[in-house]
């Protein structure tokens, strides 16, 4: 009789710590994660919200790795904006690459009113980051167009991603066209992982054809260069608590840093 | 002549025979006496492992090998862990049975694809200033235990358990971040393990 109320209450606090638990971990680099594409959906949310205007207001966050209350309150911080299209997160949301990380980030990134779209960092390949990114959000590099502007996101993550090349020949063909072109970059060209033969094929394709702007993260600093005839601007980490605001009118791109 | 030789011999071979009877008492400490079976819990799918209780059954150790296969959500993982767990209480349910609540942490190295002990050579030194395959995972465990009926011959046992594991990352995680709850960083699993001698 004691006997099968002991097994009894077991059977009861183990049921109980599972349905508080609630979660099992096979391991920290695994990838259990259904295909949601969640870019591709935030991006037709873009489409159909603005498809008319002239002029064009996104805001840009960067880096934010495992800054959970800074996240959190920088998307608070956007909220209370109005005019916005939309909203980017330039790269490195993981700090291991590992899937809790990206599940921690998009819980508090989907609490932003306007769509936003992640694209990949070079933290964000490490372990089966790659993967999980795939799965959550959908391709590393990949573009899409709004109005008269096509917004490119180009993955260029050379160490993480095996030492291997970034797909130039794609971003070529990206950046061709007539379109008013703003390209996204995780890593700015300048850096160390694209120092030499990487640098000069991204300058000479940078050279060749027309952009409006050329936004990075990586490096956890605001900079602002002239280069190619474009301005390229680093956006710092979160952890700094700042956003850019992007106003695009015609050709011109004009930023503004906002402290939150 | 031989006879110094022979009386030498036996001379040397003195040291040499204590050695090896300490040699047998340490491998008889040394040797596991417990095996373990774990479904998740950071270590993979399924992970085994051997190991052997110290200090009355209060504290145990163990050398586990995990394995997560390609074909479960696209991703291959090995890990090979160093655990200890310490009693924090124990109570008798029945004669032959007791509950156990332990604590325990884990070192657990991952083999998996890109992860680094030591990033490759193309990187410049301390670009990434932690390793990023080995994790000390800390947990909390309760356990029960049932001993054989020929125990006392035999001193052997079973012993269901579970326990919430997480990982030292997450920990600094959650103590960085408010908004990070508590139960966001806890994982869940379960085992088996057969006390043999």
Same mark, same amino acid.
């Given at each position: 009789?004691?006997?099968?109320?002991?097994?009894?209450?077991?059977?009861?606090?183990?049921?109980?710590?599972?349905?508080?638990?609630?979660?099992?971990?096979?391991?920290?680099?695994?990838?259990?994660?259904?295909?949601?594409?969640?870019?591709?959906?935030?991006?037709?949310?873009?489409?159909?919200?603005?498809?008319?205007? =002239?002029?064009?207001?996104?805001?840009?966050?960067? =880096? %934010?790795?495992? #800054?959970?209350?800074?996240?959190?309150?920088?998307?608070?911080?956007?909220?209370?904006?109005?005019?916005?299209?939309?909203?980017?997160?330039?790269?490195?949301? %993981?700090?291991?690459?590992?899937?809790?990380?990206?599940k921690w980030y998009w819980d508090l990134a989907k609490k932003s009113k306007f769509p936003?779209?992640?694209?990949?960092?070079?933290?964000?390949?490490?372990?089966?980051?790659?993967?999980?990114?795939?799965? @959550?959000?959908?391709?590393?590099?990949?573009?899409?167009?709004?109005?008269?502007?096509?917004?490119?996101?180009?993955?260029? %993550?050379?160490?993480?991603?095996?030492?291997?090349?970034?797909?130039?020949?794609? @971003?070529?063909?990206?950046?061709?066209?007539?379109?008013?072109?703003? @390209?996204?970059?995780?890593?700015?060209?300048?850096?160390?992982?694209?120092?030499?033969?990487?640098?000069?094929?991204? =300058?000479?394709?940078?050279?060749?054809?027309?952009?409006?702007?050329?936004?990075?993260?990586?490096?956890?600093?605001?900079? =602002?260069?002239?280069?190619?005839?474009? %301005?390229?601007?680093?956006?710092? #980490?979160?952890?700094?608590?700042?956003?850019?605001?992007?106003?695009?009118?015609?050709?011109?791109?004009?930023?503004?840093?906002?402290?939150? | 002549?031989?006879?110094?030789?022979?009386?030498?011999?036996?001379?040397?071979?003195?040291?040499?025979?204590?050695?090896?009877?300490?040699?047998?008492?340490?491998?008889?400490?040394?040797?596991?006496?417990?095996?373990?079976?774990?479904?998740?819990?950071?270590?993979?799918?399924?992970?085994?492992?051997?190991?052997?209780?110290?200090?009355?059954?209060?504290?145990?150790?163990?050398?586990?090998?995990?394995?997560?296969?390609?074909?479960?959500?696209?991703?291959?993982?090995?890990?090979?862990?160093?655990?200890?767990?310490?009693?924090i209480t124990q109570s008798l349910i029945s004669r032959d049975c007791n509950l156990k609540?332990?604590?325990?942490?884990?070192?657990?190295?991952?083999?998996?694809?890109?992860?680094?002990?030591?990033?490759?050579?193309?990187?410049?030194?301390?670009?990434?200033?932690?390793?990023?395959?080995?994790?000390?995972?800390?947990?909390?465990?309760?356990?029960?235990?049932?001993?054989?009926?020929?125990?006392?011959?035999?001193?052997?046992?079973?012993?269901?358990f579970a326990e919430f594991s997480t990982i030292d990352y997450y920990l600094i995680n959650?103590?960085?971040?408010?908004?990070?709850?508590?139960?966001?960083?806890?994982?869940?699993?379960?085992?088996?393990?057969?006390?043999?001698?």
């Amino acid at each position: 009789m004691f006997w099968n109320k002991s097994i009894q209450k077991v059977i009861i606090y183990c049921s109980m710590v599972v349905s508080i638990g609630g979660c099992i971990s096979y391991n920290l680099y695994d990838a259990d994660i259904s295909s949601s594409n969640l870019n591709n959906k935030n991006i037709s949310r873009i489409s159909s919200n603005i498809f008319t205007k =002239d002029t064009l207001n996104f805001v840009i966050i960067a =880096d %934010t790795h495992n #800054n959970y209350d800074d996240l959190k309150d920088a998307i608070r911080s956007i909220n209370q904006l109005t005019d916005l299209s939309f909203v980017i997160c330039c790269g490195d949301v %993981t700090l291991l690459g590992a899937e809790d990380e990206f599940k921690w980030y998009w819980d508090l990134a989907k609490k932003s009113k306007f769509p936003i779209i992640t694209m990949i960092g070079n933290h964000d390949y490490l372990g089966s980051g790659k993967l999980v990114f795939n799965r @959550l959000f959908g391709l590393t590099s990949f573009s899409f167009q709004v109005g008269e502007y096509k917004f490119v996101f180009f993955d260029n %993550t050379v160490w993480e991603n095996n030492n291997t090349s970034p797909d130039f020949y794609w @971003l070529n063909e990206q950046l061709s066209g007539d379109k008013n072109k703003v @390209l996204f970059a995780h890593i700015p060209i300048w850096s160390d992982q694209m120092e030499g033969k990487y640098e000069q094929r991204f =300058d000479s394709i940078l050279n060749n054809n027309i952009l409006t702007s050329v936004f990075y993260g990586h490096e956890h600093s605001n900079k =602002d260069v002239m280069r190619n005839n474009i %301005t390229h601007y680093v956006i710092g #980490n979160i952890a700094d608590r700042q956003f850019a605001i992007v106003k695009l009118i015609g050709s011109t791109a004009s930023l503004k840093r906002i402290s939150f | 002549m031989w006879n110094k030789i022979l009386s030498i011999l036996i001379i040397l071979s003195g040291p040499l025979s204590l050695n090896a009877e300490k040699l047998s008492m340490f491998s008889k400490n040394a040797l596991p006496t417990i095996f373990l079976m774990q479904y998740a819990g950071n270590m993979g799918l399924i992970s085994i492992g051997l190991g052997r209780e110290f200090n009355r059954n209060k504290i145990e150790t163990f050398l586990i090998y995990g394995v997560l296969p390609n074909q479960v959500n696209g991703v291959g993982a090995q890990t090979l862990s160093l655990k200890a767990t310490g009693r924090i209480t124990q109570s008798l349910i029945s004669r032959d049975c007791n509950l156990k609540i332990y604590t325990g942490i884990a070192v657990i190295s991952n083999f998996t694809n890109n992860v680094h002990l030591n990033f490759p050579d193309y990187y410049p030194s301390s670009y990434y200033d932690f390793p990023t395959s080995l994790h000390a995972a800390p947990s909390i465990g309760a356990s029960i235990t049932w001993k054989q009926r020929d125990y006392i011959q035999t001193n052997s046992s079973y012993t269901l358990f579970a326990e919430f594991s997480t990982i030292d990352y997450y920990l600094i995680n959650l103590l960085n971040n408010k908004s990070m709850k508590f139960p966001d960083i806890w994982n869940l699993s379960f085992g088996v393990s057969w006390k043999f001698r």
